[in-house]
């Protein structure tokens, strides 16, 4: 099981992208603390989102956390420009050849918190040598690039095996998923150990933001 109180972290990419600062406030009005930002490059993952610019111009207008995913081939180029912009935390993919641990270490040492993501086809074992550098891992369960795919559930024995190894090695990073993620994935997910959900269009699709809320995070 988790080993702290789930969160749940809404996707701006699922918001309206003409009143992403509208967004941010159905999130923070609903009493959650986190938002998820997407960042995509068009060639690690086939869409693009929004970059620093975007951020920097909606820090001000939040308190939420910025739960800033890159989903980059060359993320170590761009960790300076967003954790100027009030990342929070960036957290980089595995799969592209690039050096993760110094990159999670400049992430760091830029006050920012690190975490490390993986696409559903690649093992937890990829991730083991860096998980002492992280505050969290993040279980795609869906390709990335778009929202509103379906749940991939082969995903749930990687994320058994990730909370497993947390507590054997005594560490304490989250598990956080993302893609169709919904009340009865998001339960499947917190059973599988899973303690940050990400939620873009069941969240902004919800009808009564407060129902949902309780339901996922019961
Ligand atoms: C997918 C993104 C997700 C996406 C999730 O590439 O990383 O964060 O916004 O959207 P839903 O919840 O609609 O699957
Ligand atoms: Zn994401």
Known sequence: MANSAPLLAPSLLAGNHAALRDSLSIIENAGLEWVHLDIMDGHFVPNLSFG?????DLRPNSKLFFDTHLMLSE???????????GAQRLT?????????????????SMGVCAGIALNPNIPAERVKPLLGEVDLVLAMTVFPGFGGQSFISSVL???KTLAEWRSQ???NFRIE????????????CRQAGADALVAGTSFFKAPDKAAFIKAILA
């Open 157 to 159: 024995d990687k994320i």
């Open 92 to 108: 980089i993919h595995i799969e592209p050849d690039y050096p993760h641990l110094d990159t999670l270490r400049k992430i760091k």
């Open 75 to 85: 993320p170590h180029r761009y960790i300076e420009p967003f954790a100027k912009a």
């Open 169 to 171: 090695l005594g560490l």
């Open 52 to 56: 620093p610019q975007t951020l920097s």
């Open 177 to 188: 998923v993302d893609g169709g993620i919904n009340i009865e994935t998001g339960l499947a």
